[in-house]
């Protein structure tokens, strides 16, 4: 199987499996370091209950690129 061939496959993967490829894809580029890994881990956890629970709002993601775009006109 030569790389355009397996492209083609990974691309055609459900979005779950094709996002487990990219990320071990990119750990392979820099060594990681287990402590900071789970501490993103640990945030990303926290934010996410803090979204399912009601106690943060989440923001469209057209506002967030349209304030990103703003502050990039000035």
Do not use: H, Y
Request: aromatic letters at 4%.
């Amino acid at each position: 199987m030569n790389t355009e061939q397996l492209i083609a496959e990974a691309c055609n993967l459900p979005v779950e499996q094709r996002a487990m490829v990219v990320d071990r894809l990119l750990q392979t580029f820099a060594a990681t370091n287990p402590e900071i890994d789970r501490a993103w881990g640990e945030c990303a956890r926290q934010r996410s209950d803090e979204l399912a629970s009601g106690k943060v709002a989440g923001v469209a993601a057209d506002v967030v690129f349209q304030r990103i775009e703003a502050r990039l006109a000035r």
